[in-house]
Structures are given as structure tokens and as C-alpha cells.
């Protein structure tokens, strides 16, 4: 019983790759503090405090259920015209996703009701510099002033469950504490503090019972504090134990219940105006850590949504490595740059690979983020990118204990820097991608400097290096068994092979800037590893079909770099029979191997760049997970490994 | 003269009462017309889940406050009696103790529970009949439906019956729907699934607390042999278990388990795991030895360090190594470990013609091997050993851990400290439990119970 617990709490601490349970994420919005998630129809189904690493705030639908007429989960707007109420995430509504423009973090979402000739158009995101998510709708087609109310299950939390990253979507029947309006303010709150007992539930079942005044529920300790505040003025406040018995109430203009313990559903009626022929409403959402910062936050919010209609869509300032693209790839660039931008946690400098709750996906594996830093770095983002290095530096273990090897780092990590996987899953290729971006990032670097950052960072280096150079099978000299993913299970794969030798080659590389001080046994290891590389590369029908990501080409042989750059060149013309991950490392590859040889590879045409770049962008938007990190920075890396010639 | 005057009068007095007291309990004992009953007879859930029932619940709780397992549980942890003691008190307003449940209640008990809910069925004798009457008179309970609720606990009458029940839905159901049963009698009680477990319960002449388990519907081969050789676990596990004629598969099997959330992903994790058995690892052995040495919870996820023994006196079938498989060996026997997910999470294997060792961790399968002839020749058909106090230990730590991680509904760390850990601890307390089980009918009897530490092993040799 416990070895199935515990295979179960593996599974999911792996899960990266299953379909989720709720409509997946397709639009993401934030700058590294709180980010919001939406879906395809506009309901926001993600809100993660403090950053796109923190725990979920939403509480995550079914998938049959949230896609069903007056649907549930997540929060989402509803309008009444001509009797009848018409939702958010209505599947017999047609639908349009984008954002409002190419470097925008505001998701643009029109939901039209062709029977009905009604058309809602959605404006949300995160406002920038503001702990609060702000959804304004613009109605038109409706004949008389519609009624409209915005409804969230939301689900706060504070905890985070090292090794295991199941603490929101997988645990939403734990979270949740409170909910209580404030109708003199026009607001409703939901909150959680942190680890409530026995003690703290007895009282707030106190407070329901007693319809207490609102200033006995700010003695609750810290935790997740969740406030809706919206357009004036504002009709009803409803709290609610079911997402059905709170829509229901807002329907029939019943107020319910002033608080709610338990699971908490709160909605909110404000009185649209009429603009333009048309009608407008908004919502705004905050989070903090207590009421007061909650409030605070949901005040400034509150000034800054009531232009969001109207002022020109918060546009970021491009990075001049991105603004100075040839024209053909800027939109794709730039795109790639906003989601990187989105899930990179500004605090902490670490980067999830996907703000989805189902599967756990807000985590960030130094394997990918490595090269999320990498690509910052190669944007001009330097101090993200560095303070992402030094973090993953942090982590590398320096004290061999029983199934941690001294030299390896946790196999994912919370964007605190807590372990997000089992202590003992052994990843050898995010300490190998590490070293090896350290070098990608140091190599350009005046002497002196390098020399000082090897030295500063050595001890990190040298286990690092010595955990890759024996982690090996004495049989044949391939790294030992370690994590993949893909099979969810230990296993010897060729992208592990050739991530070790990646790392073990920068390893030789950093202790040259230092004055050669790299022990002989590390050259022995990579040369082993090189060969072993080699002949993968050469033996096309052992090549894997997934997504095996070729870094380090310094060495290999001329019969290696014909094999890889062929075999590249010619899985990258038919782009239609990969997803975006494997086109995202093939991309990259073919820029690094041109980077290497520019005389021996050739790059791709650009008719095939902008085929594969058209296909990434579908199938992100078609594929179980939201914009992923993981896809971005290498389609960032690709484009700017590309374009260099 | 004055003070013998007095003490005659007094001694008057004191004869009266003597003599109101004598006619007051007479008319007590007449009025209460089930006092004489002896048919053991009371209600249960006509559609139930699980039954419990004693034919005398005074006398096997006397028997249980006696026992030598109950005083180590007690001495152990002292808040648990404690509070069960205040809660019955704070809830009914009365101190109970045997005595006085016989007078209230009588000897028999039966309890049924279906849904989540439980609802317990005993005799309303003259006393329970006289306070509650007077309580729903003077309104100190509230009373709805016949039903009336008592600090959380529903209780109605029902003829000659008392249902007291966690929710006024079960008692109502038992009330409108029981089937009236008739207890086996005599101390002890009686555990019922209606499926295939019934547990017995008893206290043995070393007055320690002894319990039979039934366990209906296991599968197993008549064994060739009369006796068979156990091997000896190179040090004491936690939990240990051996059969033989019995694959532990088909115990462990998922359809016998109950429902819990999450069940449906504990199964597909466990058959992703038995994927990576060799084919044929539970085909054909005689005995199977399983014992669990340790669980290492000093970080958040767990890790279990256990091994499986299993022999055959014919040529079992031939193990292979999957792919992927790193060739190992051990005191001179090949085998080899299965990679899955770490040191955490492997397998080593060592397989010959007649054995087969299964073990997650590389020390624990060294040490095996190192002691595999050492051993014991014994005729049991199965044997269950517990530690209680280590299994305690681990539990406390895990439940301690569930709390601070958020995972216990509405419970913090000093909920879990002050509300669980103490019965914990009285678990520990009972020393070691261990079971003998032989083969009867259409099941296996298990026989067995608590210990005084370090004398299980003694005593059932």
C-alpha cells in the first residue's frame, strides 16, 4: 500500500506530459509576480500568487463540466439579454483568442452568439506593477441594457508540499478557508490563512453562524487573501457554498449567504454602462498576503481598470536584440519573448515551464531553465539571467547524502527555490545544462572577469563535474540510469548522452578560464563521452524520434557533423509530423550546429523557418499545456542563433 | 439519655430509607420488563457495510480495562482513556463505567454502519428509559421526527431497542428498516463485513487482548508439505509477513481493496510498477516472505526499504532480467536491479530454480543474501509479526508530516500532536502483535494478538 501511495505521488511529481482534467491554459498574463491563465474561452482557470510558480488561487473544473452551458470553475462572466443568459465558456459560442497586440500581455477574447447576435469582447491581464487581474467585457448586439455578473470558484492556498507538486489543482477539496462581502465597499473576499487548525475553522464557523461584523475577519493570520472589486455601481454581492447555488442566487437578484466557510463561491453584479452602443463592465481581482494588502492592491486596481478599455494595450518595450529581427521573424519572437517574460518569476529568477495546475506544471526543471536563462541572457536580459544562474548554482548539492549524489540538484524546483521533485529521482542533465550555459554565458567575457567567476563558483563547478564524470555504467561508460521524462522511469537515453557530454565539455572549458585547473580524470570522461556521442550521431536508425537536443558539437568528428546537420535539416521539412518541443529543439539545433560549422551546415531556408515557426505556434495553441517556457526560450534561442549570419 | 434518644431516631430514619430505596428499585426492576430478557437479541442496518456486536459489551470493556496490553497503552499514553471517558461523560452527563452501562443498557451491543455513518442498537432498559423521558420533558434535548440529538449524537427509540447513531438519516433508517439479530454471546466482539472478514475478539489467559480473524475467499494450493523452511529476516522488520500455498498478489490484489480517493491512480501506479517485475514473478512459489525493515520519512516523500522471499520445492519458471537491467551479485548468487526512479525506487532481484529475493534497496538485499540458509522449519500456513511501537513511530511522523503539509482536512500540526498522536502512542504501547494463521474451510484463520515487547516471537514458536 505504501509503495503504490507511493508510486502514485511520483507519477504525479513526474507528470509533464498527460492531458489535463480542466481546459487547458492558452493565454498567460503577468511579468513574473502574480500571473493569470486563461483558457480558450476566456475564463480565467489559473491565478498563481506570489509568482507563476506560486500555488494555484482557482479552483480547477472537470473538463466536461467547465465546458457545459452555466458552467462551473474558474471565473468567468455571464450576461443576460433578451431573458436568457449566455457564459463564458459556452461551447455553442464561437470564439477568438489573441492579445491586444504582438507585445501585449492583455488576452483579447470575443465570444460571439451568432443565434443571438450578441458579442462580448474581453479584455484581461495582469496590470502591470499591480498585485490584481483585471477582466473588462464590451457588449454589443445586446437590445436593452443586458445584466451582467462575474462568478469565481476560487480555491486560495499558501501551501507548497516539497517534492510533491500536487499542492493546488490535485488538492482543491483542501483548499479554501472563508469567504465573506463587504457590501458597503462593493467587494467580496475569499482567503485562506495559512495552515488553519481546528481552532481557526471552529471560529470562522463562529463568525457565519453569528453574521459577524466585517472586522472580526481580519484577525485571521496571513495567508491568501483573494478581493473582487468592480465597475460601479455595483447591483448584488453574492457568497456561496456551490458554483450552481451562487449562479442561481445571482440570476434570481437573491443575496444568499454574507459568508461562507468551506468552499466558497462569490460573485459580483455590476451595473454596465452604456459606451458606444454598446456596454461595458469590469472586474477586478487581487491578491495579497493579508486584507490589508489585498485591499490595498485592489484599490490601485481599481483606478487603473477603468481605462483599460480605452487606453492603448500595455505594449512592452522590445529588447533590441528582438526589435532589430528581420520583420519575418518578429511577431513569432516577440510572442515567445512575452511568455518567457510571463512565467520567469522576477524575484527568485527561476522559470516554470507552464502555469497549468493539471498537470502540475509550475515548476521550473534546470534542465529547461537553463536554457530559459540562457535565452534571457541572449535577449539582453542580463541580470534575470544571472540571478537565474546563481540559483541554479545555489542548488547543486555540495554534501553527498544517501540517494542525493553530491554534484547532482533536485530534478525540479519551486520557484522558492524548495525541491518539486522526490529527493531521490536522479536528473544528471540539469546540472550538465547548467555548466554548460554557465560557459555559453561566460565565454564572451573579459578574461579577468571569467577567471574571478570560475574561481567564485568553483567548489559548484567541481561537483558538478565530478557527479557527471562517475555517474557512469562501469559496463560501457554511458552516464547511469537517471530520469526520463518521457517514459517516466530511469532510462539511458541518447539526450541524456548528450547533455552529460555538453556539461563535461563546458566543465574542461571553465576550468581553463581558471588556468586549467580541471583534473585529467575529466578529460578522460569526455572523451568517452564524445565518442559515445559520435556514434549515436552516425548511426541514423538509433537517433531518437522524440526530442533529443544536440548542444555541444565542439570535437566531434566530420562524419558526426554531416550526419547531424543532415538528418536536422531533413526532420525540419516535414515539420508537420513533430510537435513543438521536438520542433523547438530541432530549430535550435540547426542554428547551433551552423554556429559551430558555419561552412560545413547550412542553414534551413527560410520558407522552411517559417514553416516550422507557423506549426509551433499551432500546435501550442492546439496542445494539452499553455504556452510553455520550455518552447519558448528555445524558439528564442533558434531565432537568434539563426538570424546571426 | 438525650443522645440515645437521638441515635434511635436516626437509626428509624435510616431504616425508612433503606426500606424506600428497596421498594424504589423493585419497582424499577418490575417496571422494567426487558431486565430478565437473555434472547442477545438487538437491531442492526438491514442494508449495512460492517457490524460490529458484543453479547456482553460490560463485560469485554472490564476485561479490556484488566488487560495487560490496555495497562502499557495506558501507562503510555494516559490522555486517551482520559478523554474517552470526559467525551461519554460531556455527552451523556454521566460517568460510565461497566456497572452502570449493564444498568442503563444491558449486555448486548450491536453496532452497523453504511454510508460513512454509524448507528449503534442496545436494550432500553428502565434507567435509560427513565432519563430520557426526562430529559425530552424538561427540554434538555432537542427532539425532531422521535429523534433527539444529544451533543452530536442522534438517539430514538425503537420498542425495546435504543438507536444511537451518528446522524439522525442512519437512525432513522435502522428505526424504519432494522433487522433484529442475536450476538454469539459471552466477552468479546465481533467485527462483520458481510464480505469475507469477520474478526473475533478476546482476551487470552496472559490477559492479553487476542483476536481471530477469519479471512474468507483466498485463493491458495493445498501445500505438499506438512512443514516448510522460513527464512530468518537478517534484522527485525517493522511488518512481516509469510504464506504458503498462497500467492501475496492475489491478497494484495486491488479489487479487494476498499474505496478511497485516489484508488483508480494507486492501481494504474501499481501496474506501472509491476511492469517492471520480470515476467512471471509471482507464478508458482510455495511460501512468500514479505517484510518491511524500515520507511525513511526524514524527507517529504517517504522511502520504504522492504524485501519479498518466496521458495518452491518444484522448478519455478525462469526469471529473466528486463531490458535495461544492471547485472549484480550478491554472497555468490547472480542477479541483477531494475532501474525505475532513483535509489529510492529500484528493484533488485535475485532468482534461481527454487528462490526468488525481491528488494528496493541494495544493503537490505546484501544482507539477505548474506543470511538466505538461515532459517527456521515450520508448519504454519501464514504469519503476520507487527512492531507496534516502530509502526506507531512511523505513523506519528507521517500524520505529523500530513499536517504541517496542509493534508489533513481542518486539522494543523498541534491538532494532529494532541488529537492523534496519543492513540498512537497507546498503539505503540501494546508491545508487539503477531498472528498464526492455518487454513480452515474456505478461508484462512488468522490467530493471534498483542504481545509484551520482545516476547511475540517466543511465545508463538
Not at chain 1, 192 to 204: D, F, L
Not at chain 1, 565 to 593: F, Q, W, Y
Not at chain 2, 132 to 156: E, M
Not at chain 2, 455 to 461: I, S, V
Amino acid at each position: 500500500m505504501i509503495g503504490a501511495a507511493l508510486a502514485l505521488a511520483i507519477s504525479i511529481a513526474l507528470a509533464q506530459d498527460e492531458a489535463p482534467a480542466a481546459p487547458p491554459v492558452t493565454a498567460v498574463s503577468g511579468r513574473g509576480a502574480l500571473t493569470a491563465g486563461l483558457d480558450s474561452n476566456g475564463v480565467l482557470s489559473v491565478l498563481r500568487f506570489p509568482g507563476p510558480g506560486g500555488p494555484d488561487q482557482m479552483r480547477q473544473a472537470g473538463g466536461g463540466e467547465a465546458a457545459a452551458p452555466g458552467a462551473v470553475g474558474g471565473g468567468r462572466w455571464g450576461i443576460e439579454s433578451g431573458g436568457r443568459w449566455y457564459w463564458f465558456g459556452d461551447p455553442r459560442a464561437s470564439t477568438r483568442q489573441g492579445y491586444a497586440s504582438p507585445g501585449s500581455g492583455v488576452i483579447e477574447t470575443t465570444m460571439e452568439w451568432p443565434d443571438a447576435r450578441l458579442t462580448v469582447r474581453q479584455r484581461a491581464g495582469v496590470l502591470p506593477g499591480h498585485e490584481a487581474f483585471v477582466s473588462a467585457i464590451e457588449i454589443s448586439g445586446a437590445g436593452s441594457a443586458p445584466r451582467v455578473i462575474w462568478v469565481a470558484d476560487f480555491a486560495p492556498v499558501t501551501r507548497q508540499i516539497p517534492e510533491l507538486p500536487i499542492r493546488d489543482g490535485a488538492l482543491d477539496a483542501l483548499n479554501g478557508f472563508a469567504a465573506f462581502a463587504n457590501r458597503a465597499a462593493g467587494r467580496v473576499w475569499s482567503f485562506r490563512p495559512q495552515n488553519p487548525g481546528k481552532a481557526e475553522w471552529t471560529r470562522a464557523r463562529g463568525l457565519v453562524a453569528g453574521d459577524a461584523a466585517l472586522e472580526a475577519w481580519t484577525d485571521f493570520a496571513d495567508g491568501a487573501w483573494i478581493g473582487v472589486a468592480s465597475s460601479a455601481p455595483v447591483i448584488n454581492l453574492v457568497v456561496a457554498s456551490t458554483p450552481r447555488e451562487l449562479m442561481g442566487a445571482l440570476e434570481s437578484r437573491a443575496t444568499l449567504l454574507s459568508a461562507s466557510v468551506g468552499p466558497s463561491n462569490v460573485g459580483i453584479e455590476p451595473a454596465p454602462v452604456a459606451q458606444g452602443g454598446g456596454y461595458r463592465a469590469w472586474i477586478a481581482v487581487s491578491v495579497g498576503a493579508n486584507l490589508v494588502s489585498g485591499a490595498k492592491a485592489l484599490d490601485d486596481a481599481a483606478i487603473a481598470a477603468g481605462g483599460f478599455f480605452d487606453a492603448a494595450p500595455e505594449t512592452a518595450v522590445l529588447p533590441a536584440e528582438i526589435a532589430s529581427l528581420d520583420p519575418k521573424f518578429l511577431p513569432s519572437a516577440t510572442r515567445h519573448w512575452i511568455t518567457l517574460r510571463a512565467l520567469h518569476d522576477a524575484q527568485t529568477g527561476l522559470t516554470v515551464r507552464d502555469v497549468s495546475a493539471v498537470p502540475p506544471l509550475a515548476r521550473d526543471w534546470p534542465r529547461e531553465g537553463a536554457l530559459a536563462a540562457w535565452a534571457l541572457f541572449e535577449i539582453g536580459e542580463r541580470d534575470a539571467a544571472e540571478r537565474s544562474l546563481e540559483a541554479y548554482f545555489g542548488k547543486i548539492r555540495s554534501v553527498d547524502r544517501p540517494r542525493r549524489p553530491l554534484g547532482s540538484m533536485p530534478e525540479s524546483l519551486y520557484t522558492d527555490g524548495d525541491p518539486a521533485s522526490p529527493h531521490f529521482i536522479v536528473d544528471d542533465r540539469g546540472p550538465a545544462r547548467v555548466l554548460w550555459v554557465a560557459d555559453r554565458m561566460l565565454r564572451d567575457r573579459p578574461e579577468a572577469e571569467r577567471t574571478a567567476w570560475v574561481r567564485k563558483h568553483w567548489k559548484g563547478i567541481e561537483a558538478t563535474a565530478e557527479f557527471l564524470s562517475t555517474w557512469s555504467d562501469a559496463r560501457y561508460g554511458a552516464p547511469l540510469y537517471a530520469v526520463d521524462p518521457v517514459g517516466l522511469a530511469d532510462a539511458e537515453t541518447q539526450d541524456r548522452l548528450f547533455a552529460v557530454h555538453a556539461g563535461m565539455a563546458a566543465a574542461l572549458r571553465l576550468g581553463d578560464y581558471a588556468g586549467g585547473i580541471a583534473p585529467e580524470t575529466w578529460r578522460v570522461r569526455h572523451a568517452q563521452l564524445r565518442d559515445m556521442a559520435e556514434r549515436v550521431l552516425i548511426t541514423p536508425e538509433k537517433w531518437i524520434a522524440g526530442d533529443a537536443l544536440v548542444l555541444e558539437f565542439e570535437g566531434l568528428s566530420e562524419d558526426a557533423l554531416v550526419q547531424a546537420h543532415e538528418l536536422t535539416l531533413r526532420r525540419l521539412e516535414n515539420p508537420i509530423a513533430l510537435g513543438d518541443r521536438a520542433l523547438a529543439s530541432l530549430l535550435l539545433e540547426s542554428g547551433l550546429l551552423h554556429e559551430h560549422a558555419p561552412d560545413r551546415a547550412a542553414l534551413p531556408s527560410l520558407g522552411t523557418i517559417e514553416a516550422v515557426l507557423d506549426r509551433i505556434a499551432t500546435t501550442s495553441a492546439a496542445g494539452s499545456i499553455g504556452p510553455d517556457a520550455r518552447v519558448s526560450s528555445q524558439v528564442l534561442l533558434a531565432i537568434l542563433a539563426l538570424r546571426r549570419p | 439519655m438525650g443522645l440515645a434518644w437521638l441515635d434511635r431516631k436516626h437509626a428509624r430514619r435510616g431504616w425508612i430509607a433503606l426500606f424506600a430505596g428497596a421498594g424504589l428499585l423493585a419497582l424499577a426492576i418490575g417496571l422494567d420488563f426487558d431486565y430478565f430478557a437473555r434472547d442477545g437479541q438487538a437491531l442492526v442496518l438491514s442494508e449495512r457495510e460492517w457490524t460490529l456486536s458484543s453479547g456482553d459489551f460490560p463485560g469485554t470493556w472490564s476485561s479490556i480495562e484488566q488487560s495487560a496490553a490496555f495497562a502499557r497503552a495506558a501507562e503510555k499514553a494516559p490522555e486517551v482513556p482520559a478523554r474517552i471517558e470526559a467525551w461519554m461523560r460531556q455527552t451523556t452527563g454521566l460517568r460510565w463505567t461497566p456497572l452502570r452501562w449493564n444498568l442503563w443498557f444491558g449486555p448486548v451491543l450491536f453496532v452497523s454502519g453504511a454510508d460513512g455513518a454509524a448507528v449503534a442498537s442496545v436494550r432500553a432498559k428502565f434507567l435509560a428509559r427513565a432519563g430520557f423521558a426526562l430529559a425530552r420533558a424538561t427540554g434538555l434535548v432537542d427532539t425532531r421526527d422521535g429523534i433527539s440529538q444529544v451533543s452530536g449524537v442522534h438517539i430514538a427509540r425503537a420498542g425495546r431497542f435504543f438507536l444511537i447513531g451518528t446522524s439522525a438519516e442512519i437512525v432513522s433508517r435502522l428505526r424504519s428498516s432494522g433487522e433484529r439479530w442475536s450476538s454469539l454471546g459471552g466477552t468479546g466482539i465481533m467485527y462483520d463485513t458481510r464480505a469475507e472478514l469477520v474478526r473475533a475478539f478476546n482476551i487470552n489467559a496472559d490477559n492479553e487482548i487476542q483476536l481471530s480473524i477469519v479471512w474468507g475467499g483466498i485463493e491458495h494450493r493445498t501445500p505438499a508439505r506438512a512443514e516448510y523452511f522460513a527464512i530468518e529476516w537478517p534484522e527485525a522488520p517493522i511488518l512481516s509477513a509469510v504464506t504458503r500455498g498462497v500467492d501475496f498478489h492475489s491478497i494484495a490484489s486491488t479489487d479487494r481493496w476498499p474505496e478511497f480517493p485516489g484508488r483508480s491512480e494507486v492501481e494504474r501506479a501499481w501496474s506501472d510498477f509491476e511492469a517492471l517485475l520480470p515476467e512471471g514473478w509471482r507464478a508458482g512459489a510455495d511460501t512468500t516472505q514479505f517484510a518491511l525493515f524500515d520507511v525513511d520519512s526524514s524527507e517529504t516523500i517517504p522511502v520504504v526499504d522492504a524485501a519479498v522471499f518466496s521458495r518452491s520445492e518444484s522448478p519455478l519458471l525462469e526469471l529473466k532480467p528486463p531490458a535495461g537491467a544492471i547485472p549484480y551479485e550478491w554472497s555468490g548468487n547472480a542477479g541483477w536491479m531494475t532501474p525505475w526512479l532513483g535509489e529510492g525506487a529500484q528493484l533488485f532481484v535475485v532468482a534461481n530454480e527454487r528462490s526468488r529475493v525481491f528488494a528496493n534497496q541494495e544493503a537490505t538485499m546484501a544482507k539477505v543474501m548474506a543470511r538466505e540458509r538461515a532459517g527456521r522449519i515450520t508448519s504454519d500456513d501464514a504469519r503476520i509479526d507487527i512492531d507496534a511501537a516502530r509502526l506507531a513511530a512511523v505513523l506519528s511522523d507521517l500524520a505529523r508530516k500530513a499536517a504541517r503539509e496542509e493534508l489533513w482536512p481542518e486539522r494543523n500540526e498541534a491538532d494532529v500532536e494532541r488529537d492523534v498522536v496519543p492513540w498512537l502512542n497507546a498503539f505503540g504501547a501494546l508491545g508487539e502483535i503477531a498472528f498464526v494463521g492455518k487454513y480452515e474451510g474456505e478461508g484462512i484463520t488468522l490467530r493471534g494478538g498483542t504481545h509484551a515487547p520482545a516476547k511475540a516471537a517466543e511465545d508463538l514458536r
